[in-house]
């Protein structure tokens, strides 16, 4: 089993919906991260996260510790946020590496 | 602030040829991270340098690949001989420090075929 799983695997949405992606970790972590890959590009830094909740423009990332989850939110979406969003959680006295999860391919048509 | 540079950025060789990936850190930036990234999966971390010294190289295949900072700034990863499973996006990252809570920015990747 993973440490860190993600779901859905892929996702499709008409633009303007309100998107959820889920990620579960099963290790005790300092810190979580959301990460946005587009097809052919690196990879870009959305949130980091220990506690609580944090946005950014139309981008929600909540985590949950005890229950081991957190959540991406992307209100009112749009064809440009079609990517590969990926988790990763930096364990316990494992300084900031990462283990990622598999990502979740995010398609959004007009 | 220039971002992390890597080249090249697509390559195509015969399985049992050589290659080679160079990485350019952030400037300043004592960490560098060696990712290997399969289709369709996330990243798998190779080795992680702190400045020209191995942190961590326990998901290395030793006997093909090697990854050298000799002087604490830019980075090489070689893989020889290349097999067909090598192909995969190879990513460089870098952190100012590998203490936590400190961001990683990744480079654009070097995406390698082997045929």
């Known amino acids: 089993k993973n440490e860190v799983e993600q779901s859905p695997q892929n996702l499709t949405a008409q633009e303007g919906e309100f998107i959820t992606i889920n990620c579960s970790y099963s290790?005790?972590?300092?810190?979580l991260h959301w990460l946005q890959q587009h097809p052919g590009g690196g990879i870009v830094s959305l949130f980091m996260?220990?506690?609580g909740k944090k946005k950014h423009g139309r981008l929600i990332a909540t985590i949950n510790i005890q229950e081991k989850h957190s959540s991406l939110h992307i209100t009112a979406s749009h064809p440009r946020d079609s990517a590969v969003y990926i988790c990763?959680?930096?364990?316990?006295?494992?300084?900031?590496?990462?283990?990622f999860g598999g990502g979740t391919r995010l398609m959004v048509k007009p | 602030e220039a971002g992390v540079a890597q080249s090249p950025r697509y390559k195509i060789i015969e399985k049992r040829q050589s290659v080679a990936f160079w990485c350019n850190p952030i400037?300043?930036?004592?960490?560098l991270y060696w990712y290997q990234q399969i289709l369709g999966q996330g990243p798998k971390l190779l080795i992680q340098?702190?400045?020209?010294?191995?942190?961590?190289d326990s998901q290395l295949p030793k006997d093909r690949f090697s990854a050298e900072r000799l002087k604490g700034v830019d980075s090489t990863l070689k893989i020889q001989p290349a097999k067909l499973e090598d192909s995969a996006v190879y990513l460089c990252?870098?952190?100012?420090?590998?203490?936590?809570?400190?961001?990683?920015?990744f480079g654009p990747g070097t995406r390698l075929t082997v045929t």
């Open positions: 990252a870098s952190s100012l420090t590998s203490r936590t809570n400190y961001e990683q920015y």
């Open positions: 290790v005790g972590i300092s810190a």
């Open positions: 996260l220990s506690s």
């Open positions: 990763a959680v930096a364990l316990n006295n494992a300084g900031n590496m990462l283990t």
């Open positions: 400037s300043g930036h004592a960490t």
């Open positions: 340098f702190q400045n020209n010294g191995v942190v961590d």
